[in-house]
T-cell receptor, first 111, second 115 residues
Framework: DQQVKQNSPSLSVQEGRISILNCDYT??????FLWYKKYPAEGPTFLIS?????DKNEDGRFTVFLNKSAKHLSLHIVPSQPGDSAVYFC??????????FGSGTKLNVKP | GAGVSQSPSNKVTEKGKDVELRCDPI?????LYWYRQSLGQGLEFLIY????????KSGLPSDRFSAERTGGSVSTLTIQRTQQEDSAVYLC?????????????FGPGTRLTVL
C-alpha cells in the first residue's frame, strides 16, 4: 500500500517558466515532508522540507506548499532552469526515523 | 569532505546466492539508513541504525535480509538466497544525528541484478 504517491511520472517545462510537481499522501499522521532531487547515477539530494505546522516554505527558487486537508504537497520551481532537470521525489514521515517516498517525477526543463 | 560511499556500484548474481552490500557513511554521522528502489517505484525504507541503539528493522521484507553496523560506522546489508524480486538499487544514507529533520545524505547506490 503506497502511502505517498506521485501520479505524474514526467513533466516537461520551458526554461524560465514555473515547474509544479505534485504529491499526494494517505496517512493523516504524516507531519514532516521533504523533497529530494536525483540526477542519474547519483543518490538523492535533499532539496526542501516542510513541517505540518506550516503551509508554505520557501528557499530561493523552490517553494513547497502543504494542503493538509487535501493531503497534498506541491513543489514549485520558479524560474525553471535546465540544470533542474532531474527526478524529484517527495517523502513523508510520521515517525522520527521512517520515511515513505513517492515513485518520483522526472522533470525536463527545455532550453 | 567525503560523502557516503557504497560498494560495489553494480552486482550481478545468480538466484540463490548470498550477496553483501557495503555502506561507508559520512564520518561522525550517527544515523544510517538503508533503502531500496525497485524499478518504477519510490524508495522503500529497509532499516535504520542510530548510535548504539537497537536498529529499527521494521522495513526488512523478509528474514533473508539482515544488516549490521560495526563500530558505529560501516554498515553491511546481506541478502541470503537471493531472488529475482530482490533486483533493485540499494541506497544507503547517513545523517548527523537522530533528529528526523537532520538531512540525510545518500550514497550513489548499489544496483543489484539477480539472474
Amino acid at each position: 500500500d503506497q502511502q505517498v504517491k506521485q501520479n505524474s511520472p514526467s513533466l516537461s517545462v520551458q526554461e524560465g517558466r514555473i515547474s509544479i510537481l505534485n504529491c499526494d499522501y494517505t496517512n493523516s499522521m504524516f507531519d514532516y515532508f521533504l523533497w529530494y532531487k536525483k540526477y542519474p547515477a547519483e543518490g538523492p539530494t535533499f532539496l526542501i522540507s516542510i513541517s505540518s505546522i506550516k503551509d508554505k516554505n520557501e528557499d530561493g527558487r523552490f517553494t513547497v506548499f502543504l494542503n493538509k486537508s487535501a493531503k497534498h504537497l506541491s513543489l514549485h520551481i520558479v524560474p525553471s532552469q535546465p540544470g533542474d532537470s532531474a527526478v524529484y521525489f517527495c517523502a513523508a514521515s510520521a515517525d522520527f526515523n521512517k520515511f515513505y517516498f513517492g515513485s518520483g517525477t522526472k522533470l525536463n526543463v527545455k532550453p | 569532505g567525503a560523502g557516503v560511499s557504497q560498494s560495489p556500484s553494480n552486482k550481478v548474481t545468480e538466484k540463490g546466492k548470498d550477496v553483501e552490500l557495503r555502506c561507508d557513511p559520512i564520518s561522525g554521522h550517527t544515523a544510517l539508513y538503508w533503502y531500496r528502489q525497485s524499478l518504477g517505484q519510490g524508495l522503500e525504507f529497509l532499516i535504520y541504525f542510530q548510535g548504539n541503539s537497537a536498529p529499527d528493522k521494521s522495513g526488512l521484507p523478509s528474514d533473508r535480509f539482515s544488516a549490521e553496523r560495526t563500530g558505529g560506522s560501516v554498515s553491511t546489508l546481506t541478502i541470503q538466497r537471493t531472488q529475482q524480486e530482490d533486483s533493485a538499487v540499494y541506497l544507503c544514507a547517513s545523517s548527523v544525528g537522530a533528529d528526523r529533520t537532520d538531512t540525510q545524505y545518500f550514497g550513489p547506490g548499489t544496483r543489484l541484478t539477480v539472474l
